[in-house]
């Protein structure tokens, strides 16, 4: 398949489809986690490796599968990530432990990272500038919503029914859809646009080091304290490998992450920028939740319930960033959106000792929805703009890892600050924890307003491909 025959509409439905996929996982997966625990009688701190075994392998490879899709090709990365991810599935329904059932959800983890970068970088290298990008940055919005609604809705009513096992089963057959897409729509590199100069084995060694140990940290920071001696060595063997990771880079013939990419001011301030703004929303997520289900008794279906509006603004916001990327520089949509998700969780503070839903939760929620869904199709967009093709694959990796370690990060500061405040504090324990990440969220903004430089809107129709 050649570009001039490509139908890059098919290809905007992929990507949306293949986001819903890995998107899905998280949410679906959380609401079955009681079930899961009580099914093979796990004590809570063994069962949140069912998430974390997924997250390490997950942030862990995501450097090294974003250089996959540029020496390899994103159709390759594809068809091998959506396998691993739906081989994984399969296993973790029929685990009949939670030995296997981590080592599957290790499995879909990595199929995650390697799809992800790769699906990401489609945007960028097989649509058109103009109106059909900002189509499918707007796809790529709507599915963070469209995920949560499928992860608590139906992820609820299949394990009431049918048991948790089947939430595992809903994969293999979006998959294979995805599979069959993939084949008709993703195109082989040319020979001569296949950038295989090989890949440091090094650099990959330690950087999949380097995240497993920050996400073990951070992990166990929110259980175990941001002091306490275990976490902080971890965290300490992961910022060592970070920089051990740089120095090889720098070295290297055929880098996982060149670093001429953080030349590029944007760039670099965007991953900066992107992990403080994902550190507030997985922050403001455990909080709200937490929020429903200790501050105002909610049953766990019900909080889920109750967190709809959230994810109807996120889908609102996805809808409505297409047609605002083509007015305006993603660098004042930056401003304008974080402005907004700072709003709505300062209002998440203010509200917090009004022990009402309406008020303390669905107002605050719909107005930080908007904004963080705006801000981060905004950064992503700013982040990639203008990166060569040949490293597109490379950069989503780096952007998505910043998500990887942002999401657990934000969530860890919020039970830590709730912790400190202890269990006599009751609904002022959370006011303390949004107006933290009240704070992050200015201070993501800050940073923004201080480094970031204008780009055009989404206006022109030039296209960028080697194919």
Known sequence: ??????????VIFL???????????????????????????????????????????????????????????????????????????????????????????????????????????????????????????????????????????????????????????????????????????????????????????????????????????????????WTAPGPLALLAGGLIAFALFFVAEGRARAPLAPLSMFGRRNFAAANVILLMHLA???????????????????????????????ALAVMASGQAVAPIMGRFSHRMITFAAFGVFALGVGLLSLLSLQPNYWLAVALGSVVLGLGATTAFMALMAEATADIPFAQQGAASAVLFTAQQIGVPLGASIALSVVGLAGPAAGLAAFRAGYLVLAVLVACALGLALLTLRPTPAMGADRLSSPL
């Open 1 to 10: 398949m050649t570009r001039e025959g490509l139908d890059y509409r098919l």
């Open 15 to 225: 990507v949306g489809l293949v986001q819903l996929i890995i998107t899905t996982d998280f949410s679906i997966v959380a609401v079955a986690l009681p079930s899961i625990g009580r099914d093979l009688r796990l004590a809570p701190e063994a069962l949140s490796w069912v998430i974390s075994a997924a997250a390490l392998t997950g942030g862990g490879f995501l450097i090294l599968a974003g250089r996959a899709a540029d020496v390899f090709g994103q159709r390759l990365c594809l068809l091998v990530g959506l396998c691993l991810f739906a081989a994984g599935s399969v296993i973790s329904s029929l685990s009949p432990d939670l030995t296997v059932l981590i080592a599957a959800r290790a499995l879909q983890g990595l199929g995650v990272a390697i799809v992800g970068p790769a699906n990401f970088s489609l945007i960028n290298t097989l649509v058109p500038e103009g109106a059909p990008r900002r189509q499918a940055m707007g796809v790529f919005g709507i599915m963070q919503g469209v995920s949560l609604v499928i992860g608590l809705l139906i992820g609820g009513i299949l394990t009431t029914r049918l048991g948790w096992r089947s939430v595992f089963l809903l994969n293999p057959p979006i998959v294979l859809l995805a599979i069959a897409i993939t084949l008709r729509s993703v195109p082989r590199p040319a020979p001569h646009a296949v950038h295989n100069r090989g890949v440091d084995w090094l650099g990959a060694g330690l950087i999949v080091s380097g995240m497993a140990l920050v996400l073990m940290a951070v992990s166990r920071m929110g259980r175990e304290g």
């Open 280 to 310: 507030g929303i997985g922050g403001v997520f455990v909080m709200m939740s937490l929020y429903m289900q200790s501050g105002l008794r909610m049953t766990a279906m019900r909080s889920g319930l109750d967190m709809m509006p959230y």
